[in-house]
C-alpha cells in the first residue's frame, strides 16, 4: 500500500542551527502538507503546497520556514534558525482529491532542539 | 472558518464497556470529518470519515460515528473497549477538496482492565 515516507524519524539539532525534514508523498498525489504537534497538544496545520506553491499557510508559518519541492518526489520543509520551542514532532501529508477523500499522513519527525 | 471542539482531554472506560469520544464541529461550508488515532510516539492513523454521503460512517477496529448536522456533531462509538483501544484519538474537520484539517485538542482514552 503506498505510504508516506518522512526521515529522519528523529533529529536533535542546536538551537540556531538550520534543519530540513523530508517528506516522499505519494507518487500521484497533488497536494502536500506539512503539519506540527508540540508534545501534548494538538496538530496544528503549518502549510499545503499545490503546482510547485504555496496554496496556503497558517500565522505559524512566518519567515522562520520554507517548504520546497526540489525534485518530483521530494518535499521538505527547512526551519532556519531553530529555537527551543520548534520542538515538536512534523507530520508531511499528501492527497490527491481526484481519487481520495482524505489526505495521508507520514509517521512523523521528531524534532528535539537543544 | 472551521472549528473543532473535543469535549474531555481525557475518558476512562472498563475493558468491554461503551466508547463514546464527543466532537463537535463549527463550519462555514460543508464539512469532511475525521477522527485519527494516535498510539504513543507514533503517527496518525486514519479511523474512519465522513464525506458526505451515508452519515453513519463505520471505521478500523469496530469503531463507528455518526454525523448529525442539527448538531454539529460527528462523535466516536466502540460498544466494547478493548485494552489496545489506548491511545489519543482526534476529531478533523476540513473543507470540501481542500483536505487542510482543522485539528481537535484530543481525548486520551484509557482502558481499565
Known amino acids: 500500500e503506498p505510504e508516506v515516507t518522512q526521515t529522519p524519524s528523529h533529529q536533535v539539532t542546536q538551537m540556531g542551527q538550520e534543519v530540513i525534514l523530508r517528506c516522499v508523498p505519494i507518487?500521484?498525489?497533488?497536494?502536500f502538507y506539512w503539519y506540527r504537534q508540540i508534545l501534548g497538544q494538538k496538530v496544528e496545520f503549518l502549510v499545503s503546497?499545490?503546482?510547485?506553491?504555496?496554496?496556503?499557510k497558517s500565522e505559524i508559518f512566518d519567515d522562520q520556514f520554507s517548504v520546497e519541492r526540489p525534485d518530483g518526489s521530494n518535499f521538505t520543509l527547512k526551519i532556519r534558525s531553530t529555537k527551543l520551542e520548534d520542538s515538536a514532532m512534523y507530520f508531511c501529508a499528501s492527497s490527491n482529491p481526484l481519487m481520495n477523500t482524505e489526505a495521508f499522513f507520514g509517521q512523523g519527525t521528531r524534532l528535539t532542539v537543544v | 472558518a472551521q472549528s473543532v471542539t473535543q469535549l474531555g482531554s481525557h475518558v476512562s472506560v472498563s475493558e468491554g464497556a461503551l466508547v463514546l469520544l464527543r466532537c463537535n464541529y463549527s463550519?462555514?461550508?460543508?464539512?469532511?470529518l475525521f477522527w485519527y488515532v494516535q498510539y504513543p510516539n507514533q503517527g496518525l492513523q486514519l479511523l474512519l470519515k465522513y464525506t458526505s454521503a451515508a452519515t453513519l460512517v463505520k471505521g478500523i477496529n469496530g469503531f463507528e460515528a455518526e454525523f448529525k448536522k442539527s448538531e454539529t456533531s460527528f462523535h466516536l462509538t466502540k460498544p466494547s473497549a478493548h485494552m489496545s483501544d489506548a491511545a489519543e484519538y482526534f476529531c478533523a474537520v476540513s473543507g470540501m477538496g481542500t483536505y487542510k484539517y482543522i485539528f481537535g485538542t484530543g481525548t486520551r482514552l484509557k482502558v481499565l482492565a
Open positions: 507518487s500521484n498525489h497533488l497536494y
Open positions: 503546497f499545490y503546482n510547485n506553491e504555496i496554496s496556503e
Open positions: 463550519s462555514s461550508v460543508p464539512p469532511y
